[in-house]
């Protein structure tokens, strides 16, 4: 006789729903400039992409480095922070995906208003992977001339 096992594995959609409620708690944490509670979202291992070729900015960077990089943009707001909108989002399984806005008034009198894709990789309640795709032009504009 055949017995039938009931399956363990959590409703995608749920999963899914779960994955972008934390992403979009990240992403209020992030616009609070806090670079221990923003990192505290991430998994030991994750890393954080943003694309481009910008010295400093773009790449792969662990966890470490992630948050070093942070640190050094934000000091170069005046609030301490780079404020993060939700515009759109996407969410199936384990990755998040979401177009955003961004604000921030610089300490050299710039505004940096940039557009953003990213997409998140959340297992187990923490952030594993991000891709940051963003208008580099721009980013080098405010922060680098």
Known sequence: MATSTARLDPDPQI?????????????????????DAILSFLAPNATWWVGGTIDGISGTKNKEEF????????????????ALKPLAWT?????????????????NGRVYNNLYHFVFVVRDGKI??????????????????
Not at 15 to 35: C, H, I, P, Y
Not at 67 to 82: D, E, P, R, Y
């Open 128 to 145: 594993h992977e991000v891709k940051e795709f963003l208008d580099t032009e721009h980013t080098r504009a405010v922060f680098l001339d």
């Open 67 to 82: 948050g070093a990089m942070l640190a050094g943009l934000s000091a170069t707001t005046k609030t301490g922070a780079i």
């Open 15 to 35: 999963t899914a729903q779960q994955n972008k409620a934390l992403v979009a708690e990240f992403m209020e944490v992030f616009s609070s400039g806090d670079v």
């Open 91 to 107: 969410a199936e399984g384990d990755r998040v995906a979401v177009e955003t806005e961004s604000y921030s008034e610089m300490a």
